[in-house]
């Protein structure tokens, strides 16, 4: 049997995670955050989620509030998702990125790593003699379980079906012994560097970014958690850079700084 979650109960946990990492849970969420800390709860022997999340916070080791966070976490990705972006990288700013030596990436909500996998084999495509170039991808996401995954680099066949043939045959490669798995060959998986970040802490950067892709994280937050994480991201754009965000998405009410340049591109 499911705990209750009481009106009270959950407004303490929304508030809770709203101060930590900027999620607005509405009503909408509250049968989902039930379904997922339930089993948890279970497993500790916990009965009321006062009791669960007393036990989060009192935690000094972290590992719960980890587990918490990775449960109510959602991490919807493709590969090649919302690809007119890609278009416009091909079109407009690879060609640019040909002419520098050092080229710096971030893709700030990385989830199972399918998007940053995307800008690697996109660009590895792009450049020329790209493995003579400075090229680092960080790429960072507030979930650990998800991180995980995405640094094995390792997909089932039906997850990789959206990469186009010609990308598959140079950046994948079929796992032996495996049920059809695929996993992105070791030098693209180099470039890229996995980190756990939270969007509403401090960054703990030094590095201004050639583009920034942060797509599909802001609808999770109102208005004034959009604007202190863009105008942190803004900070850590290098001039005439490009921050990215997700279609269903706006800066309309935002100040950023920031030119719009196409539906959902932005430029410094």
Request: with cysteine; aromatic share 10%; hydrophobic share 40%.
């Amino acid at each position: 049997m499911k705990p209750t979650l009481s009106d009270e109960e959950f407004e303490r946990l929304r508030q809770f995670i709203y101060k930590l990492c900027g999620i607005n849970l509405g009503p909408a969420k509250r049968e989902l955050i039930i379904a997922r800390l339930s089993k948890r709860m279970r497993d500790l022997g916990i009965e009321t989620f006062t009791t669960y999340q007393n036990l989060v916070e009192q935690d000094r080791s972290g590992n719960e509030l980890t587990y918490m966070l990775n449960a109510i976490s959602t991490n919807k990705t493709d590969f090649f998702r919302e690809s007119m972006h890609f278009d416009f990288l091909a079109e407009k700013i690879y060609p640019q990125l040909n002419q520098q030596q050092r080229i710096r990436i971030w893709s700030a909500a990385c989830s199972t790593g399918e998007e940053p996998y995307t800008i690697a084999m996109t660009l590895l495509d792009a450049l020329h003699q790209p493995f003579q170039k400075d090229i680092k991808i960080l790429a960072t996401d507030l979930s650990t379980r998800v991180l995980n995954k995405a640094e094995a680099g390792i997909y089932p066949g039906q997850v990789i079906a959206p990469v186009p043939a010609s990308y598959r045959q140079k950046y994948l490669q079929k796992l032996p012994g495996t049920e059809g798995h695929w996993q992105v060959v070791a030098p693209l998986r180099k470039l890229i560097h996995f980190r756990r970040l939270n969007l509403m802490e401090r960054f703990p950067l030094t590095t201004q970014f050639d583009f920034i892709f942060c797509r599909n994280v802001m609808i999770y937050f109102d208005k004034p958690t959009q604007e202190q994480l863009v105008g942190k991201l803004v900070e850590f754009l290098a001039p005439g850079g490009h921050l990215f965000i997700g279609h269903s998405e706006s800066l309309i009410g935002v100040s950023s700084g920031l030119k719009h340049v196409r539906s959902a591109i932005y430029q410094k």
